[in-house]
Every structure is written in structure tokens, then in C-alpha cells.
């Protein structure tokens, strides 16, 4: 068994790298290629320093296991600069813009329309028809004031 692994050599590696990162392309799920990056690694490596095949083992389950902080601070970064920042918070997408009162607020309530929704609104007494600024919000509830 061990000269089975004597006999690897760093081209097997580099070989083993390339195999698993085209497996990528056949399953994808982002795991495969970070187990082909770390056999590539231990390949490129063993060029220079020529380490035993138990190092070279070690190195491998060194590298894939780093891999995976790695992947997942770059999958979140990646999801921290989305295009929609405000998924699943719309009502703080509201935050600032102005709108114009459907229903009057009387004492502190009332409606404004966005979009083909009715949301309800508080504030200071105002007519319909206003417009008014989204000041603050809390859940489903607008907070506005005179814009």
C-alpha cells in the first residue's frame, strides 16, 4: 500500500486536481473545486520541496479543510453585495421616499398607496392628497412627515 503512494509522484496530483475541477463542471456545488485547488496546491509545492507522501497527505487535508472558511467568507461577501440589499426588508427600501397621501391621517392614521398596495400610515394630522416622507419604519407601519 505505501508504494502505491511512494509512487504517486507530483504530476498524480496535479492530475488528481485538474480531474476533480472538471467533476465541478459535471456536479456543480462549488465543493469539488475547492478539493481540486488543494491537490493542485500539494502539487505545485512538491515541484520544490519534494516532501514524503505523508507530508504530501497532510498538505492535502490541510488545504481542503482551510478551503472551506475560505468559501464561505467569499459566499458571503459575495451575497453582502447583492443587488437586492432589501430583500425580505422591503418596508426599509421606503425609508426617504415620498409619497402621496390617499386618505387622510386622522388622529396620527391613515393610507398612502405604493405600487398597487394600501399601506398604512401615522403622523401628524394631515389632508389627502399631501405629500409626504417615510420617516420611520417598524414592521408593516410608516412613519411620515410633511415633505
Known amino acids: 500500500m505505501t508504494e502505491t503512494f511512494v509512487s504517486l509522484g507530483t504530476w498524480n496530483w496535479l492530475i488528481f486536481g485538474f480531474i476533480v475541477m472538471a467533476l465541478e463542471v459535471l456536479a456543480p456545488g462549488v465543493f469539488l473545486f475547492w478539493l481540486g485547488l488543494a491537490a493542485l ?3 505545485l509545492i512538491s515541484f520544490g520541496l519534494h516532501p514524503s507522501w505523508q507530508i504530501q497527505l497532510v498538505m492535502f487535508a490541510v488545504f481542503a479543510a482551510a478551503a472551506v472558511p475560505v468559501w464561505r467568507r467569499l459566499a458571503r461577501s459575495k451575497q453582502d453585495a447583492s443587488a437586492s440589499p432589501f430583500l425580505n426588508k422591503r418596508t426599509e427600501a421606503l425609508l426617504g421616499r415620498e409619497f402621496t397621501l390617499e ?3 386622522i388622529d396620527g392614521s391613515g393610507t398612502v398607496r405604493i405600487g398597487d398596495t394600501v399601506w398604512r400610515v401615522a403622523g401628524p394630522d ?5 405629500r409626504v416622507k417615510v420617516v420611520r419604519v417598524d ?3 410608516l412613519t411620515v412627515a410633511a415633505a
Open 41 to 43: 496546491l500539494v502539487g
Open 103 to 105: 386618505k387622510p391621517i
Open 126 to 130: 394631515t389632508p389627502a392628497g399631501t
Open 139 to 141: 414592521g408593516a407601519n
